[in-house]
């Protein structure tokens, strides 16, 4: 935000209009010296009125004057502060300054952040009204912290070095009390040691420094859809308590959990809005090792301990699989690590669902039948010219192929499928499952491993782009909200423009129930939808309910919290 010239024409007509709205009783209110010649100014010409009329004894020309004098000064008072409004802020002088080559020192009490305007209001009931953002803090080339004891502060109030003693007194028993005071220091304490811990988390990006420096405490906890991940994060709370600790809830979404079903999902947003609450900071890292993901993140922000869930099952299942815990205890160099138990802790409730049955992927499988009977067209006329071992090739490429567009289990029919294929047509004696040689057998393992490796792995990039496509396409669709919800004051509209949406991200029907209203909106395109009334109260109370009705399409009832903020 540049500053403008203070003499500019259109500066200098709105100060004018503006000097004459301010002659609002209300606004003169503010200031008690101006509100004093405010008054006074209406007192005379209430006088200079009655001499006009013949009924005062004094001189009208005189009151008149005076009154208009006190008019003038009261205008003007209004003028210069709409000039001051016109042109700006005055740690905009800051900026001018620094641009034109000046080096400039100066103080800044806490209270006067942006940032911590609400904090400040809620701890001493007062509203700062002169801010300023804290990206001019942040611009800042160094920050000292001139730090008082609350007595020794109190009583240089007391002796006038800070205001006059009548202001002094006042601001000591409102705004500068003593437990302002503690409240505010702390304040001042906790951004300074913000900023020196954002310093120090530079120098050690700017020096490839990937050790922790364990310099002040923060911990992570790691939460999955484990039912135990609400005990875990509790656990976390208590330890963060205790160490006075910063602490953060994360959850690591890896390629295999990109398809993760709609409980998974639940589970996961249920144990991040639980940290939240909790007061935790809650992050969703992706990446393709849980371990690995959650080390970088820990390394970044120079985490001290992350807490996790014991992994209970068989060891040879760990061993075969892997371990979270053991691949953080390999890799966690000087990071602690925490490991908590949760068998005590009952699982968590399924949410209700109705059972449907998935019908039979007939278009799926007649695909892949239909390409593995190309793939082995193609290979008839070529079992001449080329060794069976590469007529192979042709299947692996057909399974992928297959895999690109069909579930996990098409594509394991797809590779089963093509190995009985290029057995019967490629290796001879044709037409018969009989081989040969005995090292075909061999072969057809192998080629049967390799093939169900390279659908998996496909099957898990597609779901990777898939879900990458889904987040991107919702993240677009947040932000179109959010532009769309700011400019709307009408909680009507709103909720229109959240229902499309809506519409647009699920690719489903949307209708809203208000239930302060005896009414019924239907906020979709809809021509026709059943929609059970019944189960709308319901919902509100216990959360989400699904549930399937016939002639109609599953439904599902989300209730959400009244609008507040829309007039």
């Not at 008839?380 to 007529?391: C, K, S």
């Not at 009705?549 to 009244?562: D, K, S």
Request: hydrophobic letters at 45%; a positive charge; one cysteine or more.
């Amino acid at each position: 935000m540049t500053k403008r010239n203070l003499f500019e024409g259109d500066i200098v007509r709105q100060a004018l209009r503006d000097s004459f709205r301010k002659l609002d009783p209300r606004h003169q209110m503010r200031n008690p010296v101006v509100f004093v010649v405010f008054v006074g100014s209406l007192l005379t010409a209430a006088l200079g009125a009655q001499a006009l009329a013949g009924q005062g004894e004094a001189p009208a020309g005189f009151i008149l004057s005076i009154s208009l004098w006190l008019w003038f000064t009261v205008l003007f008072g209004n003028f210069a502060e709409a000039m001051a409004e016109g042109r700006g802020k005055r740690w905009q002088d800051v900026f001018e300054l620094i641009d034109a080559g000046i080096d400039v020192y100066t103080t800044l009490n806490v209270q006067h952040l942006d940032s911590l305007n609400d904090v400040v209001a809620q701890i001493t009931g007062i509203v700062v009204r002169e801010t300023l953002p804290d990206s001019v803090l942040d611009q800042a080339d160094d920050i000292e912290l001139i730090d008082l004891p609350v007595e020794e502060l109190r009583k240089r109030m007391e002796e006038g070095k800070v205001y006059v003693p009548d202001q002094a007194q006042r601001a000591m028993t409102g705004f500068f009390r003593p437990g302002n005071l503690i409240a505010l220091r702390e304040l001042a304490l906790r951004r300074t040691a913000d900023r020196v811990d954002a310093q120090m988390r530079l120098y050690r990006w700017d020096h490839s420094i990937r050790s922790s420096w364990p310099v002040t405490e923060r911990l992570i906890v790691s939460v999955g859809p484990s039912p135990f991940s609400a005990k875990l994060i509790r656990s976390a709370k208590r330890i963060a308590e205790r160490l006075d600790a910063e602490w953060i809830v994360a959850y690591v979404e890896t390629p295999a959990q990109a398809g993760a079903s709609e409980e998974t999902r639940r589970r996961v947003q249920s144990a991040l809005r639980l940290g939240d609450r909790m007061g935790a900071e809650t992050v969703t890292l992706t990446g393709p090792n849980v371990a690995d993901a959650l080390l970088d993140y820990a390394r970044s922000r120079n985490v001290s301990r992350i807490v996790l869930g014991k992994q209970a099952g068989p060891l040879w299942k760990r061993l075969w699989r892997g371990s979270v815990f053991d691949d953080l205890v390999a890799k966690s160099g000087d990071i602690e690590i925490i490991a908590i138990s949760g068998e005590t802790e009952a699982p968590m409730p399924p949410t209700p669902q109705v059972a449907r049955a998935e019908p039979f992927p007939w278009r799926e499988v007649a695909w892949a039948a239909a390409i593995v009977a190309l793939t082995t067209a193609v290979s008839i006329p070529l079992r001449g010219a080329l060794n069976p071992v590469n007529l192979a090739m042709f299947y692996f490429l057909g399974v992928v192929a297959v895999a690109m567009r069909s579930s996990r289990g098409v594509a394991l029919f797809s590779c089963v499928l093509s190995v009985a294929a290029f057995d019967l047509f490629c290796v001879p004696p044709y037409l018969t499952f009989a081989v040969s040689d005995y090292e075909y057998l061999l072969t057809f393992a192998v080629m049967l491993i390799v093939a169900g490796l390279i659908a998996s792995l496909t099957i898990r990039v597609r779901l990777q782009a898939e879900h990458a496509s889904q987040r991107e396409a919702r993240t677009q669709a947040l932000y179109r909200l959010t532009r769309q919800l700011s400019s709307e004051t009408r909680w009507m509209e709103a909720a229109r423009a959240a229902t499309t949406i809506a519409r647009e991200v699920f690719g489903t029907r949307i209708v809203m129930f208000f239930p302060k209203r005896a009414a019924r909106f239907r906020l979709t395109s809809a021509r026709r939808m059943i929609f059970p009334f019944r189960l709308a109260k319901p919902a509100s109370r216990s959360g989400p309910l699904t549930t399937a009705r016939r002639r109609a399409r599953e439904q599902t009832h989300c209730p959400a919290p009244p609008p507040s903020i829309f007039r």
